[in-house]
């Protein structure tokens, strides 16, 4: 039997890919999103879309009352933790609140399941040991708070309502889809991958490496990897998995890699010496953050398919290479919305 899935925040990086996957799996998808930082083109032509905003409990209503849904994923945050660090209160009213609205109108609805994409920011600053669920979470930015307040009112939402719920604490993702047609295009930009591929095809200024006196091997911060295909798949697994229980999953390969071998692996890839300069450290960033996977590969199956950070960062640098201007100018968007 097929399924119907609300995507909330479908047009971005991850949800983008994740819509892609429902609905070649053969299920339908709807997708909400209010395209402020999101793509239209970005989404699947065989998806329904819907322009809204979570800001707007009307909206909501109207989504959520619409038909029978089996199950929501939400993506939908302001998501960087350098600017969380600029505009705390920004981001503990806008995340947390927007998630509540969504919780609350699915609760009233009958929603019986949703997908929460949390983030390892729930953490903190932590060492080199791989962090697993039971790790205790201290969050170290004002983003990585408003994820964790969301995480406990699912928790309540489950315990008073009976939602069933996942919350899955993504690392870092990365890649764009192997099939070519997506990938990853913020604006503004500030991720590590992207930045550094732009700055090897001479797209932007060298890269400014946030930080090299961190206490790592060779001092700059080290980060789990993982392909933005592989976090389709947990997703989906995730979903299957809570018609038995509400789940906690910590989603990475298990393995760090630091600025430094980020950057070489892109030079490597791209065939030249990425430009860069030395700056300061990001407000926010621990220095270590790498998952322990385990649980999510023992109760779901889950296997990333993407184990090396080379073949991560190949399928981000075609995209970028295909796609220099990302997806569409503003314009083109307001054609597409017409
Ligand atoms: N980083 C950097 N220069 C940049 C962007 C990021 O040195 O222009 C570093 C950042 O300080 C962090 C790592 O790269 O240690 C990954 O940052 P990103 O913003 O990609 O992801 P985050 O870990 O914040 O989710």
């Given at each position: 039997m097929t399924s119907h899935f609300l995507v909330v925040g479908g047009a971005g990086f991850i949800g983008s890919h994740l819509v892609a996957g429902i609905v070649s799996g053969g299920d339908h998808c709807t997708v909400l999103d209010n395209l402020q930082t999101g793509h239209l083109a970005a989404v699947d032509p065989r998806a329904s879309f819907i322009l809204g905003d979570l800001a707007d409990p009307v909206t909501l209503d109207t989504v959520l009352a619409s038909q029978r849904w089996d199950g929501v994923f939400h993506l939908a945050d302001l998501s960087l933790v350098g600017e969380s660090m600029r505009e705390p209160m920004r981001y503990l009213t806008i995340n947390p609140g927007n998630a509540g609205r969504l919780i609350d109108a699915c609760i009233r609805h009958g929603v019986r399941r949703l997908v929460f994409t949390s983030s390892?920011?729930?953490?903190?600053n932590a060492d080199a040991a791989p962090l697993d669920e039971d790790t205790p979470m201290r969050p170290a930015s004002a983003y990585g708070e408003g994820k964790f307040i969301v995480e406990r009112m699912l928790q309540w939402a489950e315990r008073v309502h009976g939602l069933q719920f996942a919350c899955l604490r993504f690392f870092n993702a990365a890649g764009a889809d192997p099939g070519g047609r997506l990938g990853e295009a913020h604006q503004p930009e500030t991720h590590l991958i992207p930045l550094a591929i732009d700055a090897a095809l001479g797209h932007r200024p060298p890269l400014a490496?946030?930080?090299?006196?961190?206490?790592t091997p060779d001092g700059t911060c080290v980060r789990d990897y993982v392909h933005v295909s592989d976090l389709v798949s947990a997703h989906l697994l995730a979903m299957e998995r809570i018609e038995q229980s509400s789940v906690h999953y910590n989603v990475g390969l298990g393995r760090g890699y630091s600025v430094r071998e980020v950057i070489e692996s892109v030079g490597r890839i791209a065939g030249c010496t990425v430009p860069m300069h030395c700056a300061g450290r990001r407000a926010g960033d621990p220095a270590w953050l790498i998952a322990s996977p385990s649980r999510i590969m023992r109760e779901t199956g889950w296997r990333p398919r993407f184990t090396s950070l080379d073949e991560i960062v190949e399928s981000a640098l075609i995209w970028r290479r295909n796609h220099p201007q990302g997806y569409e100018t503003a314009a083109l968007q307001r054609s597409l919305l017409a």
């Open positions: 390892a920011n729930v953490f903190g490496l946030y930080g090299d006196d961190y206490a």
